[in-house]
């Protein structure tokens, strides 16, 4: 040790060593920190400015706020923004209708090979691609496809009924594709919810019904929460399915950005984005304050 | 057999009316492990009564069966005089305080409690009278509003009590639901919650593992090992005249004697432990020439002039252990026998290792097992 041996002295050696530990997650967090910052942060800066100041626009660029007054003043763009959100509260709802169940299935079976088995068969389809998944769904749904065949074949429908090009489609395909998202946030809290809490609901006389209703479903509503809005939110902003499932047909602000993109209508394209993000940041905060207050105690450990 | 035998046990309480709780040869298996085996009891009303054996014996499930948590795979369940065996525990007249309590983490005290009186649908202002009334009892007035993870481990625990309690179930189920208390905490608990079983004067099963706390709470005792009740009595029955080995090992301490009997009066017996012959008690019938254990507890094995007239030898002093109001004296007995002596220790000062003094018990204290 270098410390003098007197008391006084090591009061300061102790002091710089405890400074030290305090500063050593600087480099730490650097990387990380200073990557969002650069690829978030200014590029949203970036966005805000080229909605206002089209500078990579043709011609002399110069502060202007035609295009939010194009998109605000439009009741066409107010249309794709309501198509949006309807498309998103479908998907989510049909995702959380299926992937409840799902996941309070998945957390009753013992045997440890069939739940992997059901992991596999629910978190597998991950690993691939969107845009093949999105193509595997459209040979499955379009009017020569397997189950317009088979609707037909069993006598159901006489003509085929369409399946893609419309929202019908575009929400088929995004339940698939979002469902583990789902699954997963619903599952981790009903891992942590204990059976003791269920036998003990039973045993003051509740029924099964009764018990999902008063015990399991508000103690897990956190996970429901968190999973509808993982879900909405990867819901308004998706692109490549609801483009290729829509085939044109359906418009949404995701396309509208494409659309604009393309088009070199930089501007524009910003507002979009724009709206789209406040959209979400809304959407997140207004779910979260709903939550807040009447489920506060369901989210103190057992 | 002894699970048999428990049928016959003697029920305390009003003639004529049928047992609070009367389980008939009820069976579990969990797998290959044959969890409870063929056990038959029978609790009276009002009865504050334990089940007790180390874990893994069955008390638990046995417990779970009675509040139809368990379907018993053979058997039945009878309540109050009524086959319950097929009744689903949301249908059944008992209540449980868990092991880990389970209380309602999004609710708070109030409505932890009045959950079973909502489910009934009893009216509003009953409830809340109701409510309060049981939280007086567990002495937690005006803790209605507080949330469940502001409590404290003992707090919790009346909550869990009072939660039961207040649906009048005609039997309380308890699974040790102490164990998770530091020990002064449980101490006091125990106190309060005989007390507390005094005051309501409902059927109380209670499940431990501890057996200090079956003998000082319990009006009966079943002791439970590998699925099976060993024995059934008051804690001073089966302290004094345990029935098995195992009995005698897990309740308190004893010195066990393998020997033969020589004769026996009915009342009394002589058994011969090699070079040792000595008066003892059976707790069930022996005949001559059966091989038997005889049980000893420590306070009973006397020394120096505290020991009897008949049942007296020399023995030397093995060692001593200081264990402050008494003193442990491990005792060479003839026939190389070590036996264990518990004494007070004002009468400890003249023992020293390697003096020889006078070992002797009393006959009555010298039970002999039924195996």
């Not at chain 2, 046990?9 to 009316?17: F, I, K, N, R």
């Not at chain 2, 009216?123 to 469940?148: M, N, Q, S």
């Not at chain 2, 036996?339 to 009393?362: C, I, Q, R, S």
Request: charge should be positive; aromatic fraction near 8%.
């Amino acid at each position: 040790m270098t410390t003098p041996a007197t008391p006084l002295g090591a009061r300061p050696a102790r002091a710089v060593r405890r400074r030290a530990r305090r500063t050593a997650v600087v480099p730490l967090l650097a990387p990380a920190t200073g990557a969002f910052v650069l690829v978030f942060w200014v590029c949203m800066g970036v966005l805000v400015v080229m909605s206002i100041y089209p500078f990579l626009a043709a011609g002399t660029p110069r502060v202007t706020l035609e295009a939010w007054r194009r998109f605000l003043g439009d009741a066409y763009y107010w249309g794709v923004v309501g198509t949006t959100l309807r498309l998103a509260a479908v998907v989510t709802g049909v995702c959380l209708l299926l992937g409840y169940p799902a996941a309070y299935a998945i957390h009753t079976i013992r045997r440890p090979g069939w739940a992997l088995a059901c992991y596999v068969v629910l978190f597998a389809p991950i690993l691939v691609s969107v845009v093949v998944r999105t193509y595997g769904w459209l040979l499955l749904l379009s009017p020569t496809g397997a189950v317009n065949w088979v609707l037909r074949t069993l006598g159901l429908v006489r003509e085929p009924i369409p399946l893609i090009f419309n929202t019908t489609g575009i929400v088929i395909a995004m339940v698939h594709i979002l469902l583990p998202f789902a699954v997963f946030p619903i599952l981790s809290v009903i891992g942590q919810l204990g059976g003791d809490l269920r036998e003990a609901a039973m045993d003051l006389g509740a029924t099964r019904w009764q018990t999902f209703r008063r015990v399991t479903l508000p103690l897990t509503l956190p996970g429901v929460v968190a999973a509808a809005q993982i879900v909405f939110t990867l819901t308004i902003s998706a692109f490549v399915t609801p483009f290729l499932m829509g085939g044109g047909k359906v418009q949404i602000l995701s396309g509208l950005i494409y659309r604009d993109m393309e088009a070199v209508n930089l501007a524009f394209a910003s507002v979009v984005a724009l709206v789209l993000l406040g959209l979400a940041v809304a959407i997140l905060v207004a779910s979260n304050l709903l939550v807040r207050g009447t489920y506060r105690r369901a989210e103190v450990p057992v | 057999m002894l699970a048999a035998d428990a049928v016959d046990t003697v029920v305390t309480g009003v003639a004529g009316e049928p047992p609070d709780v009367d389980l008939r040869q009820v069976s579990k298996t969990f797998g290959a492990v044959r969890a409870v085996d063929r056990v038959s009891l029978a609790i009276a009303r009002g009865e504050f009564f334990s089940l007790l054996g180390p874990s893994g014996c069955g008390k638990t499930t046995t417990l779970r069966i009675i509040g139809g948590l368990e379907e018993p795979d053979e058997g039945e369940v009878w309540l109050r005089g009524q086959d319950v065996t097929d009744v689903p525990p949301y249908r059944r007249a008992t209540n449980m305080v868990f092991q880990q309590l389970a209380l309602f983490p999004h609710l708070n005290v109030f409505e932890n409690i009045a959950f079973g009186l909502r489910l009934r649908r009893m009216a509003p202002h009953l409830v809340a009278r109701k409510v309060r009334e049981v939280l007086e009892l567990v002495d937690l007035p005006d803790y209605g509003d507080r949330e469940i993870h502001q409590l404290s481990g003992g707090q919790k625990q009346r909550v869990a009590i009072a939660r039961a309690l207040v649906n009048e179930p005609a039997v309380l189920l308890l699974d040790e639901p102490l164990g998770a208390l530091d020990l002064k905490l449980r101490l006091q608990m125990q106190a309060e919650l005989k007390a507390l079983q005094h005051r309501v004067g409902t059927t109380f099963v209670y499940v431990t593992h501890d057996q200090g706390e079956a003998l000082t709470m319990s009006d009966r005792i079943a002791v439970m090992h590998r699925g099976r009740i060993e024995q059934v009595g008051t804690s001073q029955e089966i302290y004094a005249r345990p029935r098995t080995r195992f009995v005698a090992a897990f309740i308190g301490e004893a010195n066990f004697l393998e020997g033969r009997v020589r004769g026996t009066d009915g009342e009394t017996a002589v058994v011969e432990a090699g070079p040792l012959q000595f008066v003892a008690t059976p707790a069930r019938p022996v005949a001559a020439g059966q091989p038997v254990t005889v049980s000893l507890r420590p306070e009973h094995v006397k020394l120096g002039p505290a020991a009897p007239a008949r049942n007296r030898w020399d023995g030397r002093i093995v060692d001593c252990t200081f264990m402050g109001p008494v003193v442990r004296v491990r005792v060479q007995v003839p026939g190389d026998r070590v036996l264990l002596a518990e004494v007070h220790n004002d009468a400890a000062a003249e023992l020293h290792p390697g003096t020889v003094v006078a070992v002797g018990w009393a006959p009555a204290h010298a039970v002999v097992l039924g195996e």
